[in-house]
């Protein structure tokens, strides 16, 4: 991993750390084990198997469900290289320094406004072998860059901070081909700036145009999660309702681990950490639940297929259910007509952070919200949270816009461990609660 | 081990860096998961990583290895140094002088040495079977309990040279209560200690059990302005990290800090003193020295309402030309950093009770949800596991409400401290009570 962060003109951090190691899973008695170390000799491996034995044994005293067994799946073997162009190896330190300083220094200057600004660098190249004995033998190197600008402006006490950052699964040329660090700088600055003048928004329940990046985050968290299938066995809202409807029918929403729809998005995988290709799995297909989120593990209990679901973030976690890329697909509804077609309301712009809950209750920042009055993009407001229930806010998708993008690409996804993921979609008109000041 | 670390400062040195610092830990750790009302897995594992900063003619360099070899230690620091070869010169680079380091007592427990798998194994039952025989309604979604051992190893080229062992036990829970098919708010509760004797997770059990139980059969309410009780959980999501923030020198230094140039001034209600405190053991934070080698001690930071001092590492003090507070924090895998330790606010005079019964309107929020801009304070998201309540008395769990206002302002607005606190890891809480809150309902 490399990483490199500018803070006002200043090196604020500058590291390479460099792991390796391996992680040993055994599934003895129907109990899991897990151990790892640091130490790749051959002794050190086998005192990690025989701590990993006796740890599922020491399980096997207290634990009630006991794992039946896994789902059969055809294993992976071989070599897979995600796609990327322009190595990140190649790209020398100091180049790598070089455009964060500049995008920093970008942000800065331009207007006398914007008293803070941060740009940080991120690379995590990944040299992975998976070895189980059900015949998995795989080998993947990936790659994943991002790099973000942050801009604060102020003026007396008011600040406000704008965001400005993509993350790939890529190389140099697919992060920077198409659009200049000193881009990302500007965005950030000018929107620092705007939202600086902005006033709150009322909170009210109301109509609400997502961005695709805001779809990404109400696809990862609010429905994402509630669908990972060792939630879903934790008693999660959509337990039981596979083949019901739970959104409306123009909503169809995925979650895939290969390259789908557009190359590039900071979840693809390829091939998960059990060894299962990691494909394309349709959660919701026109408003009706159809699959959940697996492993190995909770396919066998729910009589299906793994899904490609068990991710691991280093050789010290062991796999647990993730989302890669999840994503609303893309309908025929032109922007400027759901905007025509709203008479009070607000389009809002720029996922931050989000929590949801398995009820299905969400909350997620925005970082820009335009008012809508009368079918006309208004006033922008501070972005504030918008919050509700995942599947009621599904329900009411009215409108789905016709242009697709990943756009949650530089965000990780905490679950107990990290996990790189992505998300998107085209714009989605809906009902929630904005907040904001009473 | 003390030996490798040494060894890396001599390389650092010997591949052409003015000054060398190595930071090394060895961790030994047993977890155990809790999953659907079960344990899911136990987990153990061995590390050990290596952490090299270097300058060379005042340009920091900065790389980590956990393979624990000379050979790679060589390459570490080679690469170290070519990484400040990469980096701007800045002339507040540059590393503690040697000092006496008195090692702190009851942080390490011997007895956690014969604390190995099995016992954490039953302990993790422990937590699930005081959660679930609370009530028959409570799902515990996951949870874990974990033992480790650690030894921190530092050497730098000035001479300085530590070593010193921890010991901690951490568990948490989290889930929900079901009753007939109506999911209560998700509640999570952690503790921590140093010590075996002191561990007790059917506290944490129970406390969780009667928060979920506590937010069942929630009523919408409509929106007003009014008081809102944090309970510690909620302190360390909305207040903690914003003052955790502001005082840390960087963030000053950064202009991105509301404390910027508020030394003296009042920030907060005389009732509110802040201390960020390593050598208080009750908090998972406690070490004798930080990240750098600097010895801790107790800083306070907020005296009644008036910011006192800001929290500095090395690099920070020397460009404010002052002395560090021994705020560097970080792991073997980075720089240091400025941060917090033990994070505690001093317990007030009223009991929860009292302060409850004190209320007009407002709302108890158990946890909150939501984005918190530590730089302006703004703050908006939402009540879990909120209660109402209305004139002094409790009335019902209310259902998803947001909430939204300014932290500088509520802590300035606040008037009431439980004399109750809570030990969470690294921080030590009270309740707080806060006036003229925004509340929208659902």
Known sequence: MTEVNFVNGELQRMRVVENAGCGIRVLANGCWGFSSTSEMTADSLKESFTEATSAAQVLANSKKNRVKGLADSKMATGHFTLKANGKLSDISIDEKVKIVREAEMAARKHSKIIKTASCTYREILDHKLIVNSDGAEVEICDSKPEFSVVAVARKGVESATAHEGVGITGGWQDLFGTRSHLDFASKAADRAERLLEAKHAKGEKTTIILDPGMVGLLSHEAIGHTVEADFVLSGSVVKNKIGERVASELVTLVDSGSQEM?????????VDDEGVIAGRTAIIENGILKSFLHNRESALIFGTAPTGNARAFQYNDEPLIRMRNTFVEPRSDKLNEMIQETRHGYLVKGARNGQADANGEFMFGAEEAYLIENGELGMLMKGDSISGNAFEVLRSVDMVGDSFQYDIGTGYCGKYQPAKVDGGGPHLRCTAVIGGLQ | MQELVLFAVKQAEAHGADDAEAFAVTLSESEVFLENNDVKQAKSQRMGSIGLRVI?????????????????????????????????????????????????RGIYDKASESFGAEAAARTASEMLDAAKSRDPRITVDSGSFSSARLIHYLSNSNGLSLSERISSFSWSIMGMAIDSGEVSSFDFQSGGTHFVKRIDVRKTALEFADTVLDSLKPKKIDSFRGEMLLAPSAVNELVEEVIAHSVNSDAVQKKSSAFAGKIGTPVASEILTVEDDATNTDGLGAASFDREGTPHRRNVVIEKGVLKKLLYNTYTAKKDGVRTTGNAGGSSSSPPLVSTTNFIIRAGTSGIDKMISEMKKGIIVSRFSGNVNPINGDFSGVVKGGKLVERGTVVNAVKEVMVAGNIFSALKNLDGISKERKVMLTSILPYLRIGNISFTGG
């Open chain 1, 262 to 270: 557009t190359g590039n998005a900071a979840g693809t995988i390829m």
């Open chain 2, 56 to 104: 060379v003619d005042g340009s920091p360099g900065f790389y980590s290895v956990n393979r624990l070899t000379k050979d790679s230690v060589r390459d570490a620091a080679v690469m170290a140094v070519k990484i400040a070869r990469a980096s701007p010169t800045d002339k507040f680079n540059s590393f503690p002088r040697k000092s006496k380091v008195k090692l702190l």
